[in-house]
């Protein structure tokens, strides 16, 4: 959400241009005609148009208008042409700056409907995952590494299919809208193949079939899958993406790797082996995070990664949505300013069946 609260210093510059002409103003009445001041009243609607709309810049070049000819006259300008040239000054200075409001205006507006498009793209890309599952509880963060976005190439979803819960959380290789269109091109892909596919590497092979379709040259994704059946076990399927961190009921953390490595999405042509799938115990009062290495490669003033491994304490929170807030704050506070890469996490809680209802998720 965008805060359109005035700040401190959007305050300070609206008021500018009324200083501006009050400083000049005095200056001249002290200085006497002599100096030359009367001209800078001009720096009133000057500074208008930078901070101000056109109406404000308009009445802003009015009332400077007038000062000039109350100046003029008290300083008897307007028996020679200074006067006259003051007043032209203010004049085309005024236009100028209405100009300039006008445009501004229009550019802001302009940004406002990508904005808003942004928005609608994120709601239909990366849809809210379901509040619960089974006897899954699920929560979503999605930390932009640029304040004015809304989406970037990593990708999250969460599917009920009949083989199971399913689950896929990735990060396309790159930046802008190339990325936003590759990450569409899986989510579309793995959201019809959760339902079609009876195991994850068939489902594995479908996203591969389709990521190899639309990328060029040595482009790529990083994805997990993870599948989530009745029995007391998670299935991973890991195309070169960071290992899932698995919390345990006694808050012990565990990060358990691929049998092998593999390629990520989109590499599939050169000729190597797909993944291999690997069983994991997942039981009620587990926790399982999958997240994109935005959060892992973090780095503070030091240099020093992010520990995720040592944050796994955050996690004991009672609601999902506010743990993973906690995660992400604390991601924020460790990077001591903007992300230098988009941060994804999705938490899956094991509450299991008989254990009372789930607590709904915000």
């Known amino acids: 959400m965008i805060d359109h609260k005035p700040t401190s210093g959007s305050a300070v510059l609206s ?7 009050a400083v000049v103003a005095g200056a001249d009445l002290v200085a006497g ?12 609607p000057a500074f208008s148009g930078l901070v101000g709309g056109w109406r404000r810049t308009a009445l802003i070049g009015s009332v400077a208008l007038l000062l000039c000819v109350g100046l003029g006259m008290y300083d008897g300008l307007f028996e020679e042409r200074r006067g006259f040239t003051a007043m032209v000054s203010v004049a085309g200075v005024t236009g100028v700056g209405v100009a300039a409001a006008v445009m501004r205006s229009r550019r802001e507006a302009e940004l406002a409907n990508v904005r808003s498009i942004a928005e609608v793209a994120q709601r239909v890309l990366l849809r809210p995952v379901p509040r619960t599952a089974g006897p899954l509880q699920a929560a979503v963060s999605y930390t932009s590494a640029v304040a004015e976005a ?28 190339a990325a936003v269109e590759t ?12 339902h079609d596919e009876p195991d994850l590497v068939g489902l594995g092979e479908r996203l591969e079939r389709s990521v190899a379709r639309e990328l060029e040259g040595e482009k790529f994704v990083t994805a997990v899958l993870a599948e989530i059946g009745s029995g007391h076990e998670v299935v991973f399927l890991n195309f070169g993406h960071p290992a899932p961190m698995v919390v ?4 012990t953390a565990d990060f358990p790797q691929p049998p092998a490595y593999a390629l990520p999405l989109g590499l599939g042509a050169h000729g190597a082996e797909g993944p291999k799938p690997y069983r994991v115990a997942f039981a009620p009062g587990d926790q399982l995070l999958l997240y994109t290495d935005g959060v892992t490669e973090t780095r503070d003033a030091q240099g020093s990664f992010y520990p995720l491994g040592e944050r796994a304490y955050l996690l004991k929170e009672p609601e999902a949505h506010h743990a993973l807030e906690a995660v992400r704050e604390d991601l924020v506070r460790h990077a001591e ?26």
Do not use: C, N, T
């Open 15 to 21: 008021w500018m241009p009324v200083a501006a002409m």
């Open 33 to 44: 005609p002599g100096v030359g001041f009367l001209p800078l009243v001009s720096l009133g």
């Open 150 to 177: 809304r989406i970037g190439g990593d990708l999250y979803e969460m599917v009920a299919s009949p083989h199971g819960i399913r689950v896929i959380v990735g990060d396309v290789q790159g930046k802008g809208l």
């Open 183 to 194: 990450a569409a091109v899986v989510l579309g892909a793995f959201r019809e193949a959760a």
């Open 248 to 251: 345990r009921q006694d808050g």
């Open 337 to 362: 300013g903007p992300l230098h890469d988009d941060a994804a996490m999705l938490l899956l809680r094991y509450h299991g069946h008989g254990e009372g209802k789930s607590v709904p998720l915000a």
